[in-house]
């Protein structure tokens, strides 16, 4: 028994061990994305190449790519786009939603995500896993909104103009999981999407041709 309960603490040392050069031992850990990221996060560069521009990010200035067919444009500082925030527990989202644009419903299952509004009205909401209450609630500018980690979660505007927010997470890499595109944005055969969701075979395939799925 003893040996099964030190597994997970050699397990763990055996991970730190691979770079010696990690965000635990030091002031930073700008990634080093050409080695790749691992199960202990992305290896540090070395202290020597680092500079001042490695902690500048200026990708959430502007909108970033629309996201079709929500009419919503997204631009995230997580660590593949912002590698400085590398092994530090934080990492950043822009949302620009179009009048009538919608932020489907998703998950980030690495990191909790708060929601603050700059412009324009949102509606937010999330829904539980034990029970699927669903919690929303009107934003305005100034406004903050919770979503615990790992939570099915959603905005839409609900006024007339752009509204636009940003988002801090809990993670330097919170990961993003679209329920539409999980369920047809991908080769799972259409029957099987007909059994799981009781929606009619033209529906599954219209669905799937408008997410670029297959099957």
Do not use: W
């Amino acid at each position: 028994m003893a040996k099964i309960a030190l597994l997970p603490v050699l397990v763990s040392f055996m991970l730190l061990s691979v770079s010696t050069t990690t965000a635990l031992t030091q002031d930073f850990c700008v990634a080093d994305l050409v080695r790749g990221d691992t199960p202990a996060g992305y290896l540090c560069r070395l202290r020597a190449t680092v500079v001042a521009a490695d902690f500048y990010y200026d990708g959430l200035a502007k909108p970033g790519i629309l996201i079709e067919p929500f009419n919503t444009s997204l631009a995230s500082a997580f660590v593949q786009q912002y590698p400085a925030v590398n092994g530090l527990g934080i990492s950043a989202s822009r949302v620009d939603i179009r009048a009538g644009g919608v932020v489907p419903l998703h998950t980030h299952p690495a990191g909790t995500e708060i929601l603050y509004v700059v412009q324009g009205a949102i509606v937010a909401g999330f829904i539980s896993s034990n029970d699927n209450k669903v919690y929303t609630k009107r934003l305005n500018k100034g406004d903050l909104f919770l979503f615990p980690q790992g939570l099915l979660h959603f905005q839409y505007n609900a006024g007339n103009t752009t509204a636009v927010a940003f988002a801090a997470y809990s993670s330097p890499n919170p990961g993003l999981q679209i329920l539409d595109y999980a369920l047809f944005g991908n080769n799972l055969p259409t029957s099987y999407v007909m059994e799981g969701t009781f929606l009619a075979e033209a529906e599954v395939r219209r669905l799937k041709a408008l997410f670029g799925g297959s099957g």
